[in-house]
């Protein structure tokens, strides 16, 4: 099968992406590339107040472009220049990383996250005095469980696959479960989803969860811009009324994977299965209780 060419694509912030034939989904939001990494993960996991520390533990799950790594190493080090960070990012296609080193995509990073972006994409590792970085290539269902059995435990974690009905196999029960091991007692997870089924396998893992409120301009239907993971509720900003509610409607049935194998279509059918075979609320009730079309 030939490789897929990847075109940069302009978002509405002036940074590029990528759009995958194989998901049918762009890799960034539109109306920004560069914007959503830093509010959407490094601001929701609030590494600038973190940057303070000695030390930093991340992990960046679907590490794609990079983007979201790039926006971090940016805030730690804007902060706390000797800041020394440890970052673990999985990703399946190699070829994403490298593209995403050539001109004109780079060209808002500085010229010390340009060095590791593209180190991470042509040796998939950086090691300098204040970073040692490694790029896991695979099934991160499989990779992340080396990380699991060293103990490692991250500070943050950015959750950035496509979306669960184009890529369900990282966004069940049991993936989560995994990804739980890596986040330490004070760590916080973010991800762009406010689907009720990832809400939902998040809290069967062992999650506290938290909305990402939208912002001022945002329109009914955008009751939510992400959602934060933590070990401590108090850390967190509460689900509203109607997330609550979300949370009790068929939507909510979780995505399973229990051999931590199975392919897109048989998690995407038993997850169908077990939501027509639920006595939960139906999400179109929901809907027009909330008056959201």
């Known amino acids: 099968m030939p490789l897929q060419p990847w075109v940069p694509q302009p978002t509405a912030d002036g940074s590029f992406t990528f759009f995958s034939e194989d998901f049918g989904e762009s890799f960034h939001s539109l109306h920004g590339a560069r914007a959503e990494a830093f509010s959407k993960f490094v601001v929701a996991t609030e590494l600038r107040t973190k940057a303070h520390h000695r030390h930093l533990q991340l992990l960046d799950v679907c590490y794609g472009l990079g983007y979201n790594t790039a926006a971090a190493l940016e805030t730690i080090w804007a902060v706390n220049p000797e800041c020394q960070v440890e970052l673990y ?8 990383p490298q593209a995403a080193i ?8 500085s010229p010390t996250v340009q060095a590791v972006l593209q180190q991470m994409a042509l040796t998939h590792a950086c090691i ?3 970073l040692t970085a490694t790029l896991l290539l695979g099934d991160a269902r499989q990779t992340i469980q080396t990380l699991c ?6 500070d943050a974690i950015f959750f950035d696959p ?6 369900p196999q990282l966004w069940t029960i049991e993936f989560f479960a995994l990804v739980a091991r ?3 007692p004070d760590g916080k997870l973010a991800t762009y989803s406010r689907s009720a089924a990832v809400r939902s396998a998040m809290q069967s893992a062992g999650f506290c969860l938290g909305t990402v409120p939208p912002d001022a301009n945002h329109l009914p239907h955008e009751w939510s811009q992400g959602t ?3 070990f401590d509720a108090q850390t967190l900003h509460p689900l509203t009324q109607l997330e609550q509610e979300h949370l009790q409607t068929r939507a909510a049935v979780p995505y399973r994977d229990p051999t931590l194998k199975g392919d897109a279509t048989t998690i995407l059918e038993q997850h169908y299965q077990e939501q027509q075979q639920s006595t939960l609320e139906s999400t179109s009730s929901w809907r027009r209780r909330w008056g959201i079309r």
């Open 89 to 96: 990012a999985l990703e399946v296609d190699a070829t994403v």
């Open 102 to 109: 050539a001109p004109p995509l780079l060209d808002g990073w």
């Open 128 to 130: 300098s005095p204040h």
């Open 149 to 154: 059995t060293s103990g490692f435990q991250a």
């Open 162 to 167: 496509f979306s669960p009905r184009r890529c």
């Open 182 to 184: 890596c986040l330490a």
């Open 228 to 230: 934060i993971g933590s």
